[in-house]
T-cell receptor, first 110, second 112 residues
């Protein structure tokens, strides 16, 4: 029972490059979320998926797209990375009472 | 004004001391409240939910004051392993997706 897994753990991109962050959960939860965490800012919601087949914007969606591939997987895509997207990205799988976070992806955009 | 505000610290306290954090929230209609713990370079994990009547889990006590819109966390007999960042978290919604709002966190270091 792995819980929530994220890949990759670390990534360095050049400005303008694209990449997809992968997230998977084995807890059979309907809802999955993507956050970014920056120093002094707390976690901010990028996108979320309340159930398979649905996605919605969070607080800071600009520059990102998401795909809820199936109940287990929720990916986050950066089409054209910018230095402002340097951050730590957390995926979360959500039950009624708790959010379970993955280990995070540390992304640096140069 | 931020939706959820915390003193970022750092708080440096000796082992065995009692330490308390407060957190304020701006949305008076907020429905549920939590404290999460985040170790350095790790993901956040739920420490405890906060109920209107207050609740205790071992050395940890959480309180909610709806009238003043603040949440507190008290740690008694602090241990070295309590060193972490403590995130105050608010869910403003009664129904629908759980869109949590996170404070920036309070950093705590317990010194031997």
């Amino acid at each position: 029972n792995a819980g929530v897994t994220q890949t990759p753990k670390f990534q360095v991109l050049k400005t303008g490059q694209s990449m997809t962050l992968q997230c998977a959960q084995d807890m059979n939860h309907n809802s999955m979320y993507w956050y970014r965490q920056d120093p002094g800012m707390g976690l901010r919601l990028i996108y979320y998926s309340a159930s398979e087949g649905t996605t919605d914007k969070g607080e800071v969606p600009n520059g990102y797209n998401v795909s809820r591939l199936n109940k287990r997987e929720f990916s986050l895509r950066l089409e054209s990375a910018a230095p402002s997207q340097t951050s730590v990205y957390f995926c979360a799988s959500v039950s009624v009472h708790e959010q379970y976070f993955g280990p995070g992806t540390r992304l640096t955009v140069t | 004004r931020k939706e959820v505000e915390q003193d970022p610290g750092p708080f440096n306290v000796p082992e065995g001391a009692t330490v308390a954090f407060n957190c304020t929230y701006s949305n008076s209609a907020s429905q549920s409240f939590f404290w999460y713990r985040q170790d350095c370079r790790k993901e956040p994990k739920l420490l405890m939910s906060v109920y209107s009547s207050g609740n205790e889990d071992g050395r940890f006590t959480a309180q909610l004051n709806r009238a003043s819109q603040y949440i507190s966390l008290l740690i008694r007999d602090s241990k070295l392993s309590d060193s972490a960042t403590y995130l105050c978290v608010v869910n403003p919604r009664l129904q629908g997706a759980q869109k949590l709002v996170f404070g920036q966190g309070t950093r705590l270091t317990i010194n031997p």
